[in-house]
């Protein structure tokens, strides 16, 4: 690896927490199957994604409550019980944070996240504090892989694209951020975030 890295910017969800709706749907449908349609067909992707390019919560919940009302206790739990889906940190990646740290490497992040549940994230995880700056999607109404989340980051704290290294376990992200420019990792555990680390010297 040639290009001179300096920063890492990471992604949250996935990454450094673990995120995913099954770990709630489980206590509340009694086979996968079920679990699968409701979150193909109500509380999809794509509705969850509105919520994290700024709609709130309570907003996202009354509309799809409304046109499914048959599922308003498994809608609802999707606000009312979110922190059931985050069940801890993702193994081994703040190690490598916190090693980073060590050598002086700064942290930061860019997250799609909705703006309660960032709040409440953040509450929950000291490891947000070690971070320099943060891009919620929510706050800006900007949402990963667009382009203008990406250069946000650059602008607001001053970095050069060249010099930083992107972490998401999305390739989509990943793609938006090398569109800027950017050093990207798809990220598929912290044995391969290492090794990616060591050979840009900075772990």
Request: with cysteine; proline share 4%; charged share 25%.
């Amino acid at each position: 690896m040639t290009q001179k890295i300096t920063t890492v910017v990471f992604d949250i969800g996935n990454v450094l927490i673990e995120w995913d709706p099954r770990h709630l749907y489980r206590r509340i449908f009694e086979t996968p199957d079920e679990i699968e349609h409701f979150l193909a067909t109500i509380c999809t992707s794509a509705w969850n994604l509105e919520i994290d390019r700024g709609k709130p919560f309570g907003e996202a919940v009354k509309e799809l409550t409304a046109t499914h009302p048959q599922h308003e206790t498994a809608i609802r739990a999707f606000d009312e019980r979110w922190s059931e889906m985050v069940p801890g940190l993702v193994p081994g990646t703040l190690a490598l944070m916190e090693r980073l740290e060590e050598r002086g490497v700064p942290l930061y992040a860019i997250t799609n996240f909705s703006a309660e549940k960032f709040a409440e994230a953040r509450l929950r995880f000291p490891f947000f504090d070690r971070f320099r700056g943060v891009i919620v999607s929510a706050h800006e109404r900007l949402l990963k892989p667009d382009r203008e989340i990406f250069e946000l980051l650059l602008s607001r704290f001053g970095l050069r694209a060249e010099e930083c290294l992107f972490v998401d376990d999305s390739a989509a992200n990943v793609a938006g951020a090398r569109a800027v420019g950017m050093a990207a990792h798809h990220f598929e555990g912290a044995a391969g975030l290492e090794q990616v680390l060591a050979g840009y010297q900075l772990i």
